[in-house]
Every structure is written in C-alpha cells, then in structure tokens.
C-alpha cells in the first residue's frame, strides 16, 4: 500500500510539473528577478507583481512622493551650469522628491556600489545629443554618491568625446556626441549631413561594452539652430527634405550598423525614448486660457491619464518603426510618456547658461528641453540600470 501510494503521489507530482512548466518558464522570463535585492528595506526590495503575473511594465505608473529623494545633491561636480538648477537659483525643491513607480511592480534603488561592481573592468556609453549629456553626467552623479569620497576617478572632456572613469573599478562612462548618429562632413566650408554613412561615428562605439543612444531634437531645427548646410542621401544632395523622412533614412543607416556589427554577446545595446518638450501649456491645462508659451513657474508633475498629454512626437512613431524593422533591435528605454508628465522638471530659466536678461523673459529664454540635474534623468538612469542588471 505504501510503494502504491508514493507511486501515484509521484505521478500526480510530475504531472503538476508538467502542467506548470510553460507557466513557470514564461512568467520567469519576463518577471524581474532582483536576486541581489532580496535583503533590502522598503519598496526596493524584490519586485511585488501586483496586477500582471507574466510582466513587470517599467515605464506605465506614476510619480509618487518620496521624501528620500534626490540620489545625490546639486553639489556634484561633473553637473553642467545648463542642467544645475538649483546652484543657479531655482526657489523650489519640490520637483526633486518624486519617484516612478511602475503600476504593476516595485524596481530596486540605484545603487552606485553596485553598478561599479557589476561592470568592473568594462564601459558605458552615452551617444546622442544634449539630451544624452544630460543623462550621462546624472549617471556619473548616481555612481558617485555610492562610492566613498575617495575612490579615485578621472574626467576627459572633449569634444566629441568625453570620458569619466572610476580607476578603482576600471568602469569608464563616456558620452559621445552625435545628435544625428549619421556622420556630418565638411565639403567645400559647408557641413553635410550623410544620411547612409556612419563610419566616422561608429569607429568610436566599437568595443564599448554597453551602448546607449538617443536622437530626435536635432532633425528638426531650423534656421540658426539647424545642425547642417545640405543632406546627402543616395548620392545627391538636398537643401531640405521632410523631416520625418531624413530621421528615418538616418536612422536606418544606423540600425543597418548595429545590424551588422554589434555581437549580442559581448555588448548591450539601448535606445532612449524621444525626450519632450514642454513649452505648449495648452497641453497640461486644456480648456485654460493661456499667455505663456513656456514652463516657467511649473512645480509639479502631470497627474498619471490613460493618453499622451498633448501631441505623440513624429520622433518617436520614426522610432518605434525603425527599432521594428531590425534583426537584433536594441532594448526601447521608453521614457517619453513618464517625461511628458514632468512639466515641472525643466531647468527654465534657472540655469547657468542665461544671463539676467534672458531670464527676465522666460517666453523666450526659458528652458523647457533639458531637464534638471538633480532630477528626472536620474529615474531614466534608475530603469537603465534595471533594464541592464534585472531583466
């Protein structure tokens, strides 16, 4: 009786595992398993799947108050004057106590100590525009603040390159500026845009280990802001074409390389979301009559809605079209949504850049493009390390 018993105890038990294997394995795939997070305190602990069991969704949420933060203090000495609100004289503090929380799932805290360790002896990259910039040096800001004051480290600013290197650990992260991605020639005295080549660039991306791009601003300036003379594509050049069409054909260019060349192995590959604006008030007060064209004055973020505050950016619809077509796409830091609700985390007109008569005239002076340092880049970075360390 008892061989019987733990004979069909033991069928019924296989059967279970059979049953469930599929569920199991389809769930811990996409689950964030933050194994190294179990010990710690609080909402950074191991993810609670609260509504979704088979997914963690990082970037739909809120912002939340969280007294705790920011990360790191104004202080930081890689913070560019543009990004350092608050050294240039930014009254309110309140845009640095918010936190993303995701809508069905907790995701650790940053920890610079571990971000070091785990990339001992390897580098980051940050390629891209300004925007990129801005999220490099608020990743250098992250790290710093879990490392002893000592630990020794080393800057290189240039141009288009910039380096910063924690020695200790030999992690080096650096920014690479190229806000087409495509490579920009000088013929005759006159810059063009190569919309099918990207050599020049990419000879500085080969062997980073971890890559991270972002483009859009630039593809559409005009005028004085306008980052080329003429377009060549096919063979031809063009004094202008449609924008979203140039994006494409650039990125393309781009996505053809990583096609191409980056070893899935070895290296890592990111695309940050179109980073919005902010300088439409219309968007975030519909129905409200307003005279500002800027976001001067905001303290607070959007409330959580079901739709895009405002109009989706063209940029992103290139993007997500692109990234789609590709045999080895990067992994989508879809920021664009969470950011549009920070209205309030713009340098405006408290940054270094200005004078005190631009500042008088926040509708033209106004910075609503970049964003703060402390502030949201530092939650960008927050689901960068997620995405590169927990999923």
């Given at each position: 009786?008892g ?13 279970c ?30 993810p609670m799947?609260?509504?979704?069991q ?7 949420g809120s ?6 933060y ?13 990004f350092?609100?608050?050294?240039y004289?930014?009254p ?29 002896g ?11 910039r ?19 480290t080393?800057?290189?600013?240039g ?17 690479y500026?190229?806000p087409y ?47 080329w003379?003429?377009?060549e ?25 990583v ?9 890592r590959?990111?695309?940050q ?20 064209k ?8 959007m ?8 109009i ?8 997500q079209?692109?990234l ?20 309030d985390?713009?340098p ?26 402390p502030?949201l880049?530092?939650t ?6 997620t ?5």
């Open positions: 009786m061989m019987a018993f733990f004979s069909r105890f033991t069928f019924t038990a296989l059967l595992l059979l049953t469930l294997q599929l569920q199991s394995c389809l769930i811990s795939s996409v689950v964030l398993v933050l194994k190294h997070h179990h010990n710690q305190k609080g909402h950074y602990g191991r799947i609260q509504t979704n088979s997914s963690c969704s990082l970037f739909t912002w939340v108050r969280d007294e705790s920011p990360l790191y203090q104004y202080s930081c000495p890689i913070i560019d004057p543009e350092n609100c608050q050294m004289g930014r309110d503090t309140d845009y640095l106590k918010y936190r993303w929380q995701p809508s069905n799932c907790q995701i650790p805290r940053f920890n610079g100590g571990e971000f070091v360790m785990r990339m001992r390897k580098s980051v990259m940050f390629v891209g525009d300004s925007l990129g801005n999220q490099w040096e608020s990743l250098i800001c992250m790290i710093s603040a879990g490392l002893p004051p000592s630990s020794p080393q800057i290189l600013r141009d288009p390159l910039s380096i910063f290197k924690f020695l200790e650990y030999g992690v080096t992260v650096s920014f500026r190229a991605l495509v490579d920009i020639d000088s013929v005759e005295g006159k810059r063009v845009l190569k919309l099918d080549e990207i050599r020049g660039n990419a000879n500085a991306w080969s062997g980073v280990d971890v890559l991270s791009f972002n483009t859009g601003h630039w593809w559409t300036h005009k005028g004085s802001l306008q980052g003379d003429f377009m594509a096919g063979g031809s050049l063009y004094q202008d074409m449609d924008r979203s069409v140039a994006m494409e054909r650039g990125l393309r260019t781009w996505a053809k390389w096609d191409t060349n980056i070893d899935n192995r070895r290296t590959v990111f695309f979301g179109f980073s919005p604006t902010h300088y439409n008030p219309s968007e975030w007060n519909a129905g409200a009559i307003t005279t500002t800027s976001c001067y004055g905001e303290t607070s973020p409330m959580a809605s079901s739709g895009y505050p405002g989706y950016p063209d940029q992103m619809k290139v993007l079209t692109v789609g077509s590709m045999n080895k796409p990067p992994f989508l830091l879809d920021i664009t949504w969470l950011s549009a609700m920070r209205k985390a713009h405006s007109i408290y940054s270094g850049d200005l004078s005190n008569e631009q500042r008088a005239n926040p509708d033209h002076s106004a910075d609503c493009s970049h964003w703060c340092l502030g880049p530092d960008w970075n927050q689901l960068f390390y995405a590169l360390f927990f999923i």
